[in-house]
């Protein structure tokens, strides 16, 4: 985001949201600040071990606030099985996932708020939309709702609505793997969940592209990420008045169709530290109502419907109370 007007607050960044395999009434807050720390699974030094270790401490200062049904982090090796194997299978699974969702439908309701304190100044970018099929069988986005944007002190960018729309809902391929460094950090119990959990960084910054940074939550049985926390990067500041700023998010995931994981609630709460005046934002992203494609499609005879596949909607996580 980009700033409009000099804002008027200094605020601490906070997260709250839901996750859960089904949904449940269940909030996480963490508190953060992040930097361009490098992570890596090669602690063969013991100089480079304790970098990494202090570089996890900056990045995750303050980690637990509120931890409702969220597990004290073990930090012991896992049982069984390698950290090789388990990034191994999780990043071929990300794959799978990312090739399934490409097949479903779903609606997804972004909010973007301005803040003072903790209360929406009126400022708001709202935009409901549905990502569907046309005739042909091409991706098609259908907006439902957009009203006028009233943000005043920022302004969305071409980068902001791309990562609503495609890092938000974070996945690590087998064939992105390799653009990362990744820490084996613990195992941690998120709800009734047992997971394994990451840290991870981009190794470099090639071009304009953008990359995900923070922690990941990997799940034990399925080896689908479950959960997510950090930013995208890099932030873009080019001149004083042309700065470019994301926020920290998490994003919470259920399991679609018995089978994949599949993004269903995005939260951030973050002041944006431009050069000239803090701007604190609230953004909510819901993903809702997946169908894999085709399932609206009935057959008909003589004006009678023969079969008709039934509706497969998730139940909607719970939103923190405002």
């Known amino acids: 985001m980009h700033l409009r007007k000099q804002a008027e607050l200094q605020s601490s960044t906070s997260f709250a949201g839901l996750f859960a395999r089904q949904p449940l009434g269940v909030e996480a807050a963490v508190n953060s600040s992040t930097s361009s720390f490098r992570y890596t699974i090669d602690m063969t030094f013991p100089f480079r071990y304790v970098r990494l270790m202090l570089a996890l401490v900056l990045v995750f200062v303050l980690l637990p606030v509120v931890r409702a049904q969220e597990g004290t982090l073990d930090k012991s090796d896992p049982k069984g099985i390698t950290v090789e194997e388990i990034i191994k299978r999780f990043s071929a699974k990300e794959k799978e996932f990312k090739e399934a969702r490409d097949q479903y439908t779903y609606r997804q309701d972004?909010?973007?708020?301005?803040?003072?304190?903790?209360?929406?100044?009126?400022?708001?970018?709202?935009?409901?939309?549905?990502?569907?099929?046309?005739?042909?069988?091409?991706?098609?986005?259908?907006?439902?709702?957009?009203?006028?944007?009233?943000?005043?002190?920022?302004?969305?960018?071409t980068e902001d609505f791309d990562d609503i729309e495609n890092r938000l809902p974070f996945v690590l391929t087998s064939d992105e793997i390799g653009e990362y460094d990744i820490l084996y950090v613990g195992q941690q119990k998120q709800d009734e969940l047992n997971t394994y959990v990451?840290?991870?960084?981009?190794?470099?910054?090639?071009?304009?592209?953008?990359?995900?940074?923070?922690?990941?939550?990997?799940?034990?049985?399925?080896?689908?990420?479950?959960?997510?926390?950090?930013?995208?990067?890099?932030?873009?500041?080019?001149?004083?008045?042309?700065?470019?700023?994301?926020?920290?998010?998490?994003?919470?995931?259920?399991?679609?169709?018995?089978?994949?994981?599949?993004?269903?609630?995005?939260?951030?709460?973050?002041?944006?530290?431009?050069?000239?005046?803090?701007?604190?934002?609230?953004?909510?992203?819901?993903?809702?109502?997946?169908?894999?494609?085709?399932?609206?499609?009935?057959?008909?005879?003589?004006?009678?419907?023969?079969?008709?596949?039934?509706?497969?909607?998730?139940?909607k996580p719970q939103e923190k109370p405002q």
Request: positive net charge.
């Open 110 to 157: 972004v909010k973007v708020q301005t803040l003072e304190g903790d209360t929406p100044d009126g400022g708001e970018y709202k935009q409901v939309f549905d990502v569907s099929f046309d005739d042909k069988g091409r991706r098609v986005r259908n907006v439902v709702f957009a009203p006028q944007s009233t943000l005043v002190r920022v302004g969305m960018t």
């Open 198 to 315: 990451f840290d991870i960084a981009p190794k470099q910054i090639l071009g304009k592209k953008r990359y995900f940074q923070g922690r990941i939550w990997v799940d034990d049985h399925d080896f689908q990420i479950v959960k997510t926390y950090g930013k995208t990067v890099p932030d873009i500041k080019k001149k004083k008045n042309q700065e470019n700023l994301f926020p920290k998010f998490t994003t919470w995931r259920e399991q679609i169709d018995g089978k994949y994981w599949f993004p269903t609630y995005t939260r951030a709460e973050d002041t944006l530290k431009f050069a000239i005046g803090d701007v604190k934002i609230r953004e909510i992203v819901k993903y809702s109502n997946y169908k894999r494609f085709g399932s609206k499609v009935t057959i008909t005879y003589q004006g009678e419907e023969v079969k008709k596949v039934p509706n497969q909607q998730p139940e």
